[in-house]
């Protein structure tokens, strides 16, 4: 069954404008609950543009989204702020953490909007910090720690929430071959658990990896072709 849906979405930057862009043009696709999809294609083909759009963190120009089967196109943005919240947990290029602050807090920071107790943050940041083998390190700064570590930081705070679907924007653009495989091996735990991954790269070595089982191929803002095995 297919968790998302998009159709005929496209998606025009400063339109009317003398430096209009159009990012996306007529696409459509779908991703079945527990899949692992990957955007590929060159720089500028629209991979990050999608991501953006199916994790409602913007709109299309033209088109339709449903997640779970729900339009979210046309919701207030405040729907929208608690669909990204309770559905989806993001993995970004740059990992977007504040390196000033600890481990702990950084994972913590997408749970203060909810007005959480501090004993129930607690109680949902440690087992996640187990289970990506940093908990030794939560009370030290970000920037006192490796590039992996980092990543583990950063993937730790997108399942503070336990979200049903990941989405990782170039996830391995920064980390050697060896991390790279660590962070795949991370992705497989999660997809057993049930998780559904969308992943924008240009890394080989994840477009073939045995994890992913649909690569949807991006040109010029356009779908060339999607494979599924």
């Known amino acids: ?17 003398a430096d209009e862009l159009t990012a996306l043009e007529a696409v459509s696709l779908s991703i079945d609950n527990g899949e692992v999809a990957v955007l590929t294609g060159p720089s500028g083909s629209g991979k990050t543009s999608l991501l953006s759009l199916i994790g409602c963190m913007a709109r299309p120009t033209q088109g339709k ?4 089967g729900k339009d979210v196109v046309k919701l207030p943005e405040r729907f929208l702020t608690n669909i990204r919240r309770q559905r989806f947990g993001f993995i970004f290029q740059q990992f977007h953490l504040i390196r000033e602050l600890s481990v702990l807090n950084n994972i913590l920071l997408p749970l203060f909007p909810l ?5 129930l943050m607690q109680d949902k940041a440690v087992p996640i910090l187990e289970q990506l083998k940093i908990a030794e390190k939560k009370q030290l700064q970000v920037k006192k720690l490796s590039g992996g570590e ?7 705070r997108a399942l503070i929430n336990d979200p049903q679907i990941i989405i990782a924007d170039e996830p391995t653009a920064h980390l050697d071959s060896k991390l790279a495989q660590e962070f795949m091996d991370i992705l497989a735990v999660l997809n ?8 924008a790269s240009h ?3 994840i477009h073939n990896h045995r994890l992913v089982n649909k690569t949807i191929s991006m040109r ?3 779908i ?3 494979a599924s095995r």
Do not use: H
């Open 1 to 17: 069954m297919a968790l998302i849906t998009v159709e005929q979405v496209s998606k025009i930057y400063n339109s009317g404008m």
């Open 65 to 68: 989204i449903f997640v779970d």
């Open 115 to 119: 007005q959480i107790g501090p004993r």
């Open 150 to 156: 980092q990543q583990r930081v950063a993937i730790a």
């Open 192 to 199: 057993r658990e049930g998780k559904t991954i969308i992943i």
């Open 203 to 205: 890394d080989p070595f």
């Open 220 to 222: 010029d803002g356009r």
């Open 224 to 226: 060339e072709g999607i």
